[in-house]
């Protein structure tokens, strides 16, 4: 209960409505109800010759004209008027419907967007992007299939005693005899609940795997052409889309034979109606008149009808629960990065950034981070330098708190980082990214993305500073140009400046670089390494690089192998202790041999 209650709290703003709504729906239920009393009155009264002492039949005999034909007109005028009454109730039920399903389907919405918004990188990596995309699209429609399945199931209870009442009046036994089927029903009903619970877990699962296997793909396209395997990712959508219609299959077939059930069990019931009813109106026809059972059969279907829906009411509830239980799983999720009950506001300036016995892992009891201790001044421009996998980018991870240490503390000015609002924290943080990420916006925009409300000189400015504003005005449209998906009319260096001119739009006071010139040609790499230096001293500056050319002018240059620094220094002083930077060096910047003793000389004369 507490679950369907938890659903249903998204449509509490909308209560009104939904009383508003099943007001409408008892009129309306009401007015079906009776509808067919003209056609009764018909045959009965007008044209028949037997006159039972039913209520409805004297209270007509009262108010209609004497003679045979107005009474017609009058019975033809009540059953359109109540026929157009009908449709209008229902009709202004089903906009009221409408909008409140869609309201409170925006709620649920932009609760789950937040929350994943809010959610750990940790989270966000470990699971598909398509299952995200789905619980989003697809899972959400699960609350609007709730509330109708309850307040549809309150319609159909509320229909089913006015639909028996009404009968009852005109024969109790009979109805009893129509109601007989109520056991048989709540059986069925049972049963195939248990079945239907798991079968549409599992089809919402197959139908996630399906978005998830299409958006893998047309996001690895490139990469798909370039290797000629087009052959197998087909292979491998059509099996998982034979997996989803197997499983779809199995569902269907149990609601194919649920339906199957339903009707053998009506199909009884309106047997034993029609039989019985037609037997008492044969023995006695003042007790139970022709027109009275033309009545009771025709309301027999809409007696039926709310049974009917009660007994899919079962199934119909679980595939919508299925579907807000997923969507739960995430809205229950603890986020990892948080405020902390005492954090504290950081105002936004330079700072000095201490790293101090810094450890971390990613999976209990393997360690990618090994007691890191680095301390940078503001202004300083350092780097952390080391092949792949040793972990630089995982070092700059934990800056913006994507991820918390394992062990040790990451301060800024001596406050520790998980003291601080995890806003102003990333105030103080800009990074730029090795894939350079782009939205399908104007250049403008994508600089201003981590500051809205920057003015086009601003723009225009930081565009400068990162070395974009060059090329900027060469492009058709400036500023205003659009950039395509992922950035494909522009090239790796254009792009990189752009990130970089985000970054210094921000004016956070610490801008960190991952691999900003890894994807770049000589020409490309030489226009980015001037930017930064340009930006010496004006900004905290962290570099993680493999390629020396870009960090041979920083301040500090830390050297990471298998998660530790094992050297510290600037680029001279590494070189000349020919270690493991020296090694790097000699590679990459061909750096000529030279006599250990002759640089311990060297070194001494200095």
């Not at 039972?52 to 017609?72: E, G, S, T, V």
């Not at 195939?192 to 978005?211: C, V």
């Not at 009545?295 to 007994?311: A, C, G, H, T, V």
């Not at 930064?532 to 041979?552: D, E, G, P, W, Y």
Request: neutral net charge; glycine residues 6%; contains cysteine.
């Amino acid at each position: 209960m507490r679950f369907y209650l938890r659903a249903l709290s998204y449509y509490r703003n909308d209560l009104g409505k939904i009383i508003a709504s099943l007001v409408l729906i008892a009129l309306s239920t009401l007015l079906g109800v009776v509808w067919l009393l003209p056609m009764g009155i018909m045959l009965d009264v007008v044209l028949g010759q037997n006159q039972p002492d039913y209520a409805p039949y004297r209270w007509f005999l009262q108010i209609a004209p004497a003679d045979k034909l107005h009474q017609i007109i009058l019975l033809a005028v009540l059953l359109a008027v109540m026929r157009v009454m009908y449709s209008l109730l229902d009709m202004v039920r089903t906009l009221i419907t409408i909008r409140v399903g869609y309201n409170g389907l925006m709620r649920v919405r932009c609760d789950l967007f937040q929350k994943l918004q809010e959610l750990s990188l940790a989270y966000h990596r470990s699971q598909p992007q398509g299952d995200a995309i789905y619980r989003l699209t697809s899972d959400t429609l699960g609350f609007q299939n709730v509330l109708n399945t309850l307040t549809g199931s309150l319609v159909n209870v509320f229909t089913l005693i006015a639909m028996a009442g009404f009968m009852c009046s005109m024969n109790w036994k009979l109805t009893l005899v129509a109601m007989a089927i109520t056991p048989l029903l709540m059986l069925t009903i049972w049963y195939y609940g248990r079945i239907f619970k798991k079968r549409y877990a599992h089809a919402y699962e197959a139908d996630s795997q399906i978005t998830t296997a299409v958006q893998r793909s047309v996001a690895s396209i490139g990469l798909v052409q370039a290797f000629g395997r087009e052959k197998d990712e087909f292979e491998n959508f059509a099996a998982t889309q034979g997996n989803n219609i197997k499983i779809k299959m199995h569902l269907h077939w149990d609601e194919v034979t649920y339906w199957l059930a339903l009707g053998s069990i009506f199909a009884l019931g309106a047997a034993a109606l029609l039989g019985i009813g037609g037997y008492i109106s044969w023995q006695n026809p003042t007790v139970l008149t022709v027109g009275m059972l033309s009545m009771f059969l025709f309301n027999l279907e809409k007696l039926y009808d709310p049974l009917n829906k009660l007994s899919a009411t079962g199934s119909s509830l679980q595939g919508g629960a299925a579907a807000v239980r997923r969507v739960f799983e995430v809205l229950d999720r603890d986020p990892v990065i948080q405020d902390a009950p005492d954090s504290v506001h950081l105002p936004k300036k330079p700072r000095v950034l201490a790293f101090d016995h810094v450890g971390f892992e990613y999976r209990a009891g393997v360690p990618v981070l090994h007691d890191i201790n680095v301390t940078i001044e503001p202004g300083q421009m350092v780097a952390f330098v080391g092949s792949s996998g040793v972990g630089k980018t995982t070092l700059l991870n934990l800056l913006p708190r994507f991820y918390d240490p394992s062990r040790g503390t990451i301060s800024f000015d001596e406050i520790d980082a998980r003291k601080i609002k995890v806003a102003d924290l990333r105030r103080h943080v800009a990074l730029v990214l090795q894939d350079s990420v782009l939205l399908p916006t104007t250049v403008a925009e994508n600089i201003a993305y981590g500051r809205p409300t920057a003015t086009d000189a601003e723009i225009q400015r930081a565009a400068q500073m990162a070395g974009a504003a060059s090329f900027i005005e060469k492009l058709d449209q400036r500023y205003e140009t659009q950039i395509s998906e992922y950035g494909s009319n522009l090239s790796g260096g254009q792009k990189q400046r752009i990130s970089i001119a985000r970054a210094l739009l921000t004016e956070a006071p610490i801008v960190v670089l991952d691999e900003p010139t890894s994807a770049l040609d000589a020409e490309q790499e030489y226009l980015i390494i001037q930017t930064l230096l340009s930006l010496k001293r004006q900004r905290t500056m962290i570099l993680v690089s493999h390629r020396l050319s870009t960090v041979a002018d920083c301040d500090q240059i830390f050297v990471m192998e298998e998660g530790k620094i094992i050297e510290r220094g600037q680029h001279d002083e590494l070189v000349a202790k020919r270690g493991a930077y020296y090694r790097m060096a000699k590679h990459q910047m061909k750096l000529p041999e030279v006599d250990p003793q002759i640089t311990q000389i060297s070194q001494i004369e200095k």
